[in-house]
């Protein structure tokens, strides 16, 4: 299993405070002939695969083997970078959509697409903040925002039917995400602290209420 994705399912629990979720390695796919006999399975990098046969949850994700070996040799966890951030987005991406629904899963609380792909926006933004604000002090990603959210283009062969639903998604995230670099920003204990124990009531609202949250927002 690659070691980047490790280090986001233990960054993931640490900032939201979560209990131990299932280890992604059993579940993890690299070869995307393995998705033949999934008849959703789309022009993505990245996919998580759901399965529901009465009260048995099955899960997979798939993360190409390219972005993981691309990682491997530019280790984000050690430098962050244009060159590095595509694909460490990618599989932050993937590593939220398993941990949000094997987290809610343990609750028996089920899941919007919306919700997953709302929270997996906020996710991407805050790990990648974090990491870049602990790499140094003069680097925090004033460009981070603009990256995910203004400059970003929905793919439409990898979301088909799902682009608007897509882009939904992008816009909330978006706008709850300049309230995270705002806090960011200030880099005080204080700040700090506020900001996770509202990362983690947003992490554990359902998908109204974060939506309600949101559109509250200055």
């Not at 933004?125 to 004033?142: K, T």
Request: some cysteine; overall charge negative.
């Amino acid at each position: 299993m690659s070691d980047t994705l490790a280090s986001l399912q233990s960054a993931l629990a640490e900032i939201y405070d979560l209990p131990a979720t299932p280890d992604i390695a059993p579940f993890l796919l690299t070869d995307r002939a393995h998705l033949g006999c999934h008849a959703v399975a789309r022009n993505s990098d990245e996919q998580l695969l759901v399965q529901e046969q009465g009260d048995t949850l099955s899960l997979a994700l798939y993360i190409d083997a390219r972005v993981l070996e691309r990682l491997s040799k530019l280790d984000p966890f050690a430098a962050l970078t244009q060159h590095n951030l595509a694909d460490y987005l990618t599989a932050a991406e993937g590593v939220s959509h398993f941990v949000y629904v094997a987290w809610n899963a343990g609750f028996d609380k089920p899941v919007t697409l919306l919700e997953l792909e709302l929270q997996a926006e906020v996710d991407k933004y805050v790990l990648g903040a974090w990491l870049l604000r602990e790499q140094g002090a003069g680097r925090f990603p004033r460009e981070l925002h603009r990256a995910l959210f203004e400059r970003a283009r929905i793919d439409p062969d990898a979301a088909g039917e799902r682009a608007d639903l897509y882009q939904l998604a992008s816009s909330y995230a978006g706008r709850f995400c300049r309230r995270v670099a705002a806090r960011l920003a200030d880099g005080t204990r204080g700040a700090t602290r506020e900001l996770l124990s509202e990362l983690r009531r947003f992490y554990r609202w359902g998908n109204a209420r974060k939506l309600r949250f949101i559109e509250q927002l200055v």
